[in-house]
């Protein structure tokens, strides 16, 4: 036990419960609930019952449905807090955190120890993965299976259990978005250069297991369905698409932001935009030079496919799919970043210098951080409510600008009210709901975080 307890290993503790702090603080007004997770929040409270899922939730595009995974993981942290709306936040910490750990491992096996810690303080504080691993919504599991598919993908030439890992990063991906598909291509691009190990017949059935069990629930679903999924999902590429165009430019500014917001998350003014691009050609030049090394060509290629691939395939068959699913690039994008800060390891004062200059805005970008009709201000509101009124006996109306009225039913059930929505005719104790605050024209008695309330004849 005590080889384990050295200081080093103390420090990733550390900067790993430091992470965990960040995203836990004040999570509930930093939080959304609206309706992806009160779909998913009723449908996990239904597997508890015993309803069990076959499908997940449908994507933005086509409607095809994913895997369930995310549905039952949901299902526990729900189980264990007692149904509460708060369950899918925490469940999409518990999964930042393991991708955090993942990203430590990974460059601590495959580029270098002293980098890894670097690289895990400036995840742990990022900004971006902070406030994304605050929004319970079944993406956050997506990077974790991208940096379980990289992990297999490039220890595969040596290592014959890279197979069930790749297999493990696919399952879980496609237990998370439909974007997976777009990870397939530049992975076999890769296994095909560079030529893995061949897997003994033992890997090669664990490898099939583990992808047998991981699409088992979808496969049955579509036997007793006429393939009902199968066909939504060919109906995603070979339909026209959405009415909308995302040019090179933006692609290269999305890219750019990712990868160079752990050291700079700031992009408010041309100047932020310039650094950041500057940056982002050193990291991507670094890569690009690193083909030619012995000890990183193969691992450059890797990031760089993984990279370059999907964000071309988004370039051309854009209008199918948004510009959001070039998240799938972020592993890849920090990695690659890690790689930058190989280079100049040996140039301590520069390291520390651009650490300290990231963790310090990433920091304070979390610090400013307000997030209107976040799950506490609805939770404030439900509580209003029955403090006024009591659990029933009277109406509530919903008057709210498109997409911003979900999560209410859900919270109302939680807490035990039971209205009428929308309020009965001739109903005289009436409550009010408007988002945002002010929206057409109406103002609330009462202002949660921009949720607007009136009542009336209480």
């Keep these: 036990m005590k080889r384990y307890l050295n200081f080093k290993n103390l420090i990733v503790i550390l900067l790993l419960l430091l992470g965990v702090f960040l995203r836990l603080y004040n999570l509930s007004q930093r939080t959304v ?19 069990l899922a076959l499908i997940g939730p449908v994507t933005s595009v086509g409607n095809f449905s994913i895997g369930p995974g995310f549905v039952y993981l949901w299902s526990i942290f729900s189980f264990i807090v007692g149904y509460s709306p708060i369950a899918g936040a925490l469940l999409s910490v518990f999964l930042g955190t393991l991708f955090l750990i993942g990203i430590y491992l990974f460059t601590k096996f495959f580029i270098n120890e002293k980098v890894a810690l670097f690289i895990l303080l400036l995840t742990s504080v990022s900004s971006g993965l902070v406030f994304w691993d605050q929004i319970p919504w079944t993406p956050s599991l997506f990077y974790l299976s991208q ?86 999902l060919a109906d995603v590429v070979k339909g026209d698409g959405l009415d909308y165009f995302v040019g090179f430019g933006k692609i290269i500014n999305i890219l750019s932001y990712n990868a160079i917001s752990l050291i700079y998350p700031n992009n408010k003014i041309p100047m932020d935009s310039i650094l950041i691009k500057g940056l982002f050609a050193l990291v991507v030049a670094n890569g690009i030079r690193l083909l030619r090394s012995k000890r990183f060509n193969k691992l450059s290629f ?76 609805k939770r404030k509101v439900t509580e209003y409510i029955v403090s006024k009124a009591g659990e029933g006996d009277y109406g509530i109306s919903l008057t709210t600008r498109f997409g911003e009225q979900y999560g209410f039913s859900y919270i109302f059930d939680y807490y035990g009210i039971k209205a009428d929505i929308p309020p009965k005719k001739g109903e005289t104790k009436i409550f009010s709901i408007i988002i945002p605050e002010g929206f057409d024209g109406i103002t609330g008695i009462k202002d949660f975080d921009g949720i607007g309330l009136i009542w009336q004849g209480i």
């Design 302 to 377: 890797l990031l760089l496919i993984t990279i370059i691939l999907p964000s071309l395939f988004f370039y051309i068959q854009q209008g199918k799919f948004s510009e959001y699913y070039l998240m799938m690039t972020i592993p890849s994008l920090i990695l690659l970043v890690a790689l930058f800060l190989n280079e100049i390891r040996n140039r301590n004062t520069i390291l520390i210098l651009v650490t300290i200059i990231g963790v310090y805005l990433n920091l304070k970008m979390i610090k400013d951080r307000k997030v209107q009709f976040n799950l506490e201000a």
């Design 33 to 51: 609930f609206n309706a992806d997770q009160e779909w998913l929040a009723i449908r996990a409270k239904n597997v508890i019952s015993g309803d």
């Design 147 to 232: 940096i379980i598919l990289l992990f297999g993908a490039y220890s595969s030439n040596k290592n014959a259990w890279g197979y069930p890992l790749m297999s493990l990063g696919l399952v879980l991906g496609f237990q998370s978005h439909v974007g997976i598909v777009l990870s397939i291509i530049p992975i076999l691009v890769y296994l095909l250069f560079v030529k893995p190990i061949k897997p003994t017949l033992k890997i090669i059935i664990v490898t099939l297991s583990i992808l047998f069990l991981g699409f088992l629930p979808s496969l049955i679903f579509d036997l007793t369905h006429n393939f009902e999924n199968v066909k939504r």
